[in-house]
């Protein structure tokens, strides 16, 4: 026996030494995108935009360059150093793009010479201040106010913290040793990027020094001896070890998130060691000198208490894997590791007790440890107002939801004291802001260099720049503007316009592809905001809609970019997180109906655990915290944490009613005594480890250690004072033999828990609502009859577009009919198509306008077929095409600032190829927006996009209808005009005589 353990516990010191080893191949990384959706609509439209325009798609890194002496640079000599110094970084192979004042492009007239491309290479040093007064983009996004300091804007073709580093490094040998009277300071979001991820390794170190120190505190008023402190920081360091090994070994990179593991590791194993060694301390059979009795002790203990130690941890680990539900990657990442490593905490903690066990001398515990908590009884007289202030938080939860604080900034992340920190907020307040964002206009070709359209554009730019949050706008027309000694002005007529263009094209850099297409339809304005908070930042985009109307009025345009993304993609996802909590809350409830057998059970144990978040929410409310999704994770990891002391005092409960076979009492006071000192101790050196958080480096982590905290303490109350005082108040809802009619308190209860599913989550209880939703739209699009004019066009893979004109009628019934003439191209004017489906059969006929003749068409007809030859076919139109089994809300999404369900209907027949379609429907209009259609793979094949509805007739009409097959790459999009439904269209109508009426 002795041999045997010995040789296990050689086993489990050889893989801690191997994971303490891998740990020095251990990395780390930020990025802000981490937090974007893989797949949102803002996005894409941001990629098109990038794409079409040719813009960076890397975000680039900034150095603020100033003389030592302060001296302005636009002199020969400064200029040279500054020509010279952007070469010597060009020669760089890291770098893919540089934009620096030296060698900045445009126009310039001086008298009757113009000059054209690297200005400052060309034009006459005596006219340079004149020069860039007038040049659109010196000032001020690459040249201060004051002349004194300017920007390198620089894209690297790997943002790594190796090549952001290696990059440094040469700037730095270069301004040593060749450009000596020139400093540099480093900005910029890459940089914000690397600094994070440098800061999180020092995180990690702090948190475990500090969280060890913590928590050896505490433990030493729990245990006398230094046996019980040697088992419980060496079971700590134990699992950690092992816990970051395992992310070596499966290449997860530490991010902002997963900085929290070592904390969040070290609570669920600290917690687990107390109950274990409380336990095992008080069994007889741990005080035997024989090695094989103490061993079979505590097998024993251990094997006893399995399910409770289990389920402690289960539930914390189910708080946390439902995040993996989410679609943004660091917080999928984040949910899918930390539940993992709990549920490995669970039994790496008990294999590494069983030998530290045997070995060490016996746990002792201090006297008030170890005594019983007859104490916690006289809590029990104050059940009546612990319950009235459970019932205030709920309610107070559920309103505060409505007063969060959404208001957030972007580059807050940082310590206020860092250098990144300070020289980003420079560039924001002195450069024209650091956020991007890029509204393109739509026009007709040519529309963007006629002089009226350029005056509006110009106008609209000038408007933009008033706005408060604005730093900076650049416009096709501040491009084209005629720069001279006189000032500017733009181009008088169109010929004048696309002289500036030719001109502009002569230029090593066309700065105009950025901002103009080649067929001059599109056009697109880039404007720089100064990291201000969300709602000011909201307020101006929309003023800016407003004045892109007042300008133009009835104009197409978008608006896209970090500035419009990053605050609405946080916000969606922080309320995504928020409300996670409760389908952890759902698939934990559902378990414990299981362990417990019994709902009643179960749903006791679910009430209290309602509070932590609720009361987070009332906090959050009235404290005006800003929500970013670094504070929303807090909700899945309270709730998972509250579970603990739940389990482990109904599982006490339970087992003193089986022990005692007891049928018409509940043991409220057996319960509170024996587990209240060891729920309580845990709850203390839970919350004792969020303290570490406190000290971060980074204020999101203070908060969210402060927030934790608090949300521990709201459950311990829950679990320690009001679940005692419930169960002893309403004891009959858990005995097994009674029948209960629930007194009033309990309706009320119950009510309160049914209530918080309907109001504290759109989603939960729009899931109980999407098959009235797609019923009620359902009902909008049906009618009777219908007949539209429509233009069709199909577009190839190409890019290359057919175009076809036709009316289409449609009659419903017993009999479906469509007829379908062609009006255009030429050569198809008048051919017309018959189609019938009666009793499940269909049937059609052709009517060829060069014979005259109506023709049938045989043969079993194949649904996929496109019409025409488009990728449109009739099912690709009706959302009840897959007929499903089950209609799923899957979330409840943004699009252009309007709502929507995206719902997934999945099949149950073989009358499709689709397995599943995924129907967005708006919340406002009840109308489908798009369909995406899947192949029994799984694979998205088709998408229908269904626009501009219109009412005619009683029924609602999609006026645009955009097919894309996802597979072959083609297209499809019919206009419908002159439409008419409901218009009482008779069988005759519908005829083969008809057919052949041109």
């Known amino acids: 026996m002795k041999f045997f353990i010995r040789i296990f516990a050689l086993c489990l010191f050889t893989v801690f030494c191997l994971s303490f080893y891998s740990l020095k191949h251990l990395s780390s990384e930020y990025n802000i995108k981490q937090f974007f959706p893989k797949k949102h609509a803002l996005l894409e439209q941001e990629r098109r935009v990038v794409a079409h325009f040719k813009l960076q798609e890397k975000s680039s890194l900034v150095m603020i360059l100033e003389t030592k002496n302060q001296t302005p640079w636009l002199s020969q000599n400064l200029i040279t150093q500054l020509r010279d110094f952007a070469s010597d970084i060009e020669s760089q192979n890291s770098v893919k793009t540089l934009y620096s004042l030296g060698k900045i492009q445009g126009t310039f007239e001086v008298n009757q010479d113009l000059y054209v491309g690297d200005l400052f290479a060309q034009v006459p040093v005596k006219y340079w201040k004149k020069m860039i007064a007038s040049h659109p983009i010196a000032k001020p996004n690459l040249l201060s106010k004051n002349n004194k300091q300017t920007l390198f804007v620089v894209e690297l073709t790997d943002n790594t913290p190796e090549k952001m580093k290696n990059f440094q490094a040469y700037v730095d040998s270069l301004l040593k040793t060749k450009y000596k009277n020139i400093s540099a300071e480093y900005a910029g979001v890459p940089l914000l990027q690397n600094d994070v991820a440098k800061l999180l390794k020092a995180e990690l170190i702090r948190s475990v020094i500090f969280g060890v120190l913590i928590f050896i505190g505490v433990l030493m008023t729990i245990f006398g001896g230094w046996s019980g402190l040697a088992l419980s ?191 980003t907020e420079k560039i924001d307040s002195t450069f024209g802001g650091t956020i991007p964002v890029s509204i393109v206009l739509f026009g007709s070709e040519k529309t963007w260099v006629d002089p009226q359209a350029m005056k509006k554009l110009d106008l609209l730019s000038k408007d933009l720049k008033k706005l408060n949050s604005v730093g900076s706008v650049i416009s096709t027309a501040d491009l084209l503007k005629k720069s001279s000694l006189k000032g500017s002005r733009l181009p008088a007529t169109a010929a004048e316009a696309s002289e500036s263009l030719f001109l502009f094209s002569m230029a090593e850099n066309d700065p105009t592809a950025s901002y103009l297409n080649q067929l001059n339809h599109l056009t697109r304005l880039e404007l720089r905001l100064k990291d201000a908070p969300f709602y000011s930042q909201q307020k101006d985009l929309e003023q800016a809609k407003y004045l892109i109307q007042k300008h133009f009025p009835g104009i197409r345009y978008n608006i896209s970019g970090m500035g419009v993304s990053a605050h609405q993609l946080n916000s969606e996802m922080s309320k995504e997180l928020i409300f996670s909590f409760w389908h952890a809350i759902v698939v934990i409830g559902f378990i414990l109906i299981f362990v417990f057998r019994s709902y009643k059970w179960a749903l006791v144990a679910c009430l209290p655990n309602l509070v932590p978040p609720l009361a987070l929410i009332a906090i959050l409310a009235a404290s005006r915290t800003p929500i970013k999704p670094s504070v929303a994770i807090i909700f899945s990891i309270a709730i998972g944490l509250a579970f603990s002391n739940t389990v482990y005092l109904l599982g006490k409960l339970k087992k003193v009613i089986k022990e005692k076979n007891l049928v018409d009492y509940l043991p409220v006071k057996s319960m509170l005594v024996s587990e209240m000192i060891p729920c309580l101790l845990a709850t203390v050196l839970v919350a004792s480890g969020f303290i570490v958080f406190t000290f971060s480096y980074f204020e999101m982590n203070k908060i969210f250690g402060v927030y934790m905290i608090l949300s521990i303490f709201a459950g311990a109350f829950a679990d320690l004072l009001f679940l005692p005082s419930f169960i002893k108040r309403y004891p009959n809802f858990l005995l097994k033999n009674q029948t209960m009619a629930p007194p009033k308190m309990i309706t009320a209860t119950t009510a309160s828990f049914v209530l918080l599913l309907v109001f504290a989550q759109k989603s939960f209880s729009a899931t109980l609502d999407v098959d009235s939703l797609l019923k009620k739209s359902k009902s909008l699009i049906a009618s009777k009859d219908d007949v539209a004019d429509v233009t069709m066009k199909i577009i190839e893979k190409d890019g290359s577009v057919k175009e076809r004109s036709m009316q289409i009628k449609r009659k419903f019934g017993a009999k479906h009919m469509t007829l379908v003439r062609m009006k255009s191209p030429t050569d198809l004017k008048g051919t017309a198509l018959l189609n019938v489906i009666e009793d499940g059969k269909e049937n059609q006929w052709l009517y060829l306008p060069s014979t005259k003749q109506v023709r049938r068409i045989m043969g079993a007809q194949n649904k996929k077929a496109g019409v025409l030859g488009s990728e449109l076919t009739p099912e690709d139109l009706d959302i009840t095409t897959v007929k499903g089994s089950k209609a799923t809300l899957l979330k409840e999404m943004k699009v252009n600032n309007q709502d929507f369900a995206l719902i997934e209907i999945k099949s149950n027949s073989n009358t499709t190829g689709y397995s599943k379609a995924l129907v967005l429907v708006s919340l406002k209009t009840s109308l489908p927006a798009r369909l995406e259609y899947y192949d029994k793979q799984n694979k998205a094949v088709k998408r229908v996009d269904f626009e501009n509805y219109v009412q005619v007739g009683g029924a609602y009409r999609a006026q645009s209808i955009k097919v894309r097959n996802l597979v072959n790459k083609r297209g499809t999009d019919l206009i419908l005009s002159n439409i008419k439904s409901n218009s009482g269209l008779s069988e005759d109508e519908f005829s083969q005589r008809a057919l052949s009426r041109e």
Do not use: C
């Not at 991010?255 to 274990?276: C, F, G, K, N, R």
């Not at 894997?321 to 679609?327: A, E, P, Q, R």
């Open 233 to 423: 920081v060496g079971n700590l360091v134990f699992v950690n070890i092992i816990s970051l090994a395992m992310l070596v070994l499966f290449g997860i990179k530490l991010d902002v998130l997963l900085s929290t593991l070592p904390v969040l590791v070290s609570l669920m194993t600290i917690s687990l060691t107390v109950h274990i060694l409380l336990r095992v301390a008080k069994v007889r059979e741990y005080a035997s000198p024989n090695l094989k009795t103490k061993f079979l002790g505590i097998i024993e203990n251990l094997r006893s208490h399995f399910l409770e130690y289990f389920l402690a941890t289960l539930m914390p680990a189910i708080g946390f894997l439902m995040l993996t539900t989410s679609d943004i990657g660091i917080i999928h990442k984040y949910g899918q590791s930390v539940s993992t490593v709990i549920v490995l905490s669970w039994f790496l903690s008990q294999l590494f007790m069983i030998p530290a066990l045997l070995f060490l001398p016996k746990v002792d515990l201090r006297s008030w440890s170890s005594q019983k908590a007859f104490w916690s009884l006289r809590l029990l007289k104050y059940g009546q107002p612990v319950m009235a202030t459970t019932y205030g938080l709920l309610v107070f939860g559920i309103f505060g939801f409505f007063f969060l604080n959404w208001n957030t900034r972007l580059f807050d992340d940082l310590p206020k004291n860092s250098a990144t920190r300070i020289n």
